[in-house]
């Protein structure tokens, strides 16, 4: 071996490997930049599940959805921006994501430590809105100024003002992909036309992924589908071809084909705070039988004490890369 390559050698050392994996994910992604291709190669060359194709990314924009005591009074630490960021390179996540706010009170001190999403708009709790759409509350110049990898936005197929978030997406989209960012996009039906059921239906979920995709989402993050059908004429289609939905492995796969014959990332999202942790092992277990990608988690993360987070989330992160069942 020549001195030069030797050099190579010893430099690519504790650097994450650019695995199959990792380069057929790229591979679909044929239009974007290389910059864009790089931040993408970022969250899945990071944490525990690096070159796996896998995700466990922290997500804390819950003090501006739901307030901050509903999201942080029972762990009271977590009122604390660099509680998450510490939580988050602990635990090994892929990435945190957050508003402007909670990302910039941490940044600088975390600076280059982890994959950083931005959450460019926002919604709270303090009117009833059955047809919901969230403020922008952040821009791209900010996600480059704080040195992220990729933006997030919020859309809710089904509201009456889906139209103005789709185009206000589509914009951003396209200013984010200009400077190489990535854009993951949470995809949450929900209008006063859809049952509170359907905000969960397999053909709703399934159809909300699809419009994540067609918006130029390179990771679309949705709610785990139940098997109920909302829509009359989507229940003749199912039956017709007999879509196999039965089980939560099923309709994960149905939701992952959905989106390109699974050509694009689809992570889902763990939900409201649950009380027993086989439950969540279990929704993971069917994300990763179903060929999901992995998990957007949250509340059941960070509502924790640290050392049970952290448990917790690499245990996620062993059913994922399969050193556990």
């Known amino acids: 071996m020549g001195a030069l390559q030797a050099a190579a050698e010893d430099r690519r050392i504790g650097e994450p490997r650019m695995t199959a994996r990792v380069r057929e994910i790229l591979s679909w992604y044929e239009s974007d930049n290389p910059g864009t291709k790089t931040n993408l190669a970022r969250l899945l060359n990071h944490g525990r599940l690096a070159g796996t194709g896998k995700f466990v990314i922290l997500p804390v924009d819950q003090g501006f959805e739901h307030g901050p005591a509903r999201s942080f009074a029972v762990n009271p630490p977590a009122y604390d921006p660099n509680y998450h960021f510490e939580l988050a390179l602990e635990a090994g996540c892929n990435a945190y994501a957050a508003p402007l706010g909670f990302i910039e009170a941490a940044a600088a001190r975390h600076a280059g ?14 009117y009833s809105d059955k047809d919901p759409i969230s403020a922008v509350t952040g821009s791209v110049h900010d996600a480059l100024r704080l040195g992220c990898v990729a933006i997030g936005f919020t859309i809710y197929p089904g509201s009456a003002h889906a139209r103005e978030m789709y185009e206000q997406l589509r914009a951003l989209a396209e200013e984010a992909k200009s400077h190489g960012l990535a854009v993951v996009v949470w995809s949450y ?39 109920h059908v909302e829509q009359p004429e989507a229940q003749k289609v199912y039956t017709q071809a007999a879509i196999p939905i039965r089980t939560l492995a099923d309709r994960v796969r149905h939701v992952v084909e959905s989106t390109f014959d699974g050509r694009r990332i689809v992570i889902f999202s763990g939900g409201a705070t649950k009380q027993n942790d086989e439950d969540i092992y279990a929704e993971a277990r069917a994300i990763r039988d179903g060929g999901g990608f992995g998990s957007i988690i949250g509340r059941n993360s960070f509502q924790r004490p640290q050392a049970h987070a952290v448990k917790f989330l690499e245990t996620i992160m062993q059913i994922y890369s399969g050193e556990a069942k």
């Open 113 to 126: 430590e982890i994959p950083l999403i931005l959450k460019l708009n926002n919604h709270d709790v303090l």
């Open 189 to 227: 039906p929900r209008g006063s036309d859809l049952s509170k059921d359907g905000e969960t239906a397999i053909d709703v979920v399934a159809y909300s992924a699809h419009i994540a995709a067609e918006l130029g989402a390179h990771i679309v993050k949705v709610k785990l589908p139940t098997d």
